[in-house]
Nanobody, 126 residues
């Protein structure tokens, strides 16, 4: 079983940047496709993007495409989310998630992911 811990959240002004990290322990992240989700108060958990096992393929939600980049370093057991051009509507708790089942690859549904971190708050002020 893998444990995931996010970090890097904080308060930033609109137009600013943040880099979130997700550190894994317990097992190698090589076994999992990884994704980032976010959840704003009163809203459902929303897909942000996903990255394949090797890091060679990524998919992003339309709402963040062109502003975020997901990367992974399997040697360091980390997954990162670089966010640029942040907007107030990006304010949410951000979660990293891992899927063990290869048939879940590319899924934008939270139910496809087996492991979750505790989340890190991102607040974008206008």
């Amino acid at each position: 079983q893998v444990q995931l811990v996010e970090s890097g959240g904080g308060l930033v002004q609109a137009g600013g940047s943040l880099r979130l990290s997700c550190a894994a322990s317990g097992r190698s992240l090589r076994s999992y496709s990884m994704a980032w989700f976010r959840q704003a108060p009163g809203k459902e958990r929303e897909f942000v993007g996903t990255i394949s096992w090797s890091g060679g393929t990524t998919y992003y939600a339309d709402s963040v495409k062109g502003r975020v980049t997901i990367s992974r370093d399997n040697a360091k057991n980390t997954v990162n989310l670089q966010m640029n051009g942040l907007k107030p509507e990006d304010t949410a708790v951000y979660y990293c998630a891992g899927a063990a089942d290869r048939t879940s690859w590319g899924s934008r549904s939270p139910v496809s992911y087996d492991y979750w971190g505790q989340g890190t708050q991102v607040t974008v002020s206008s």
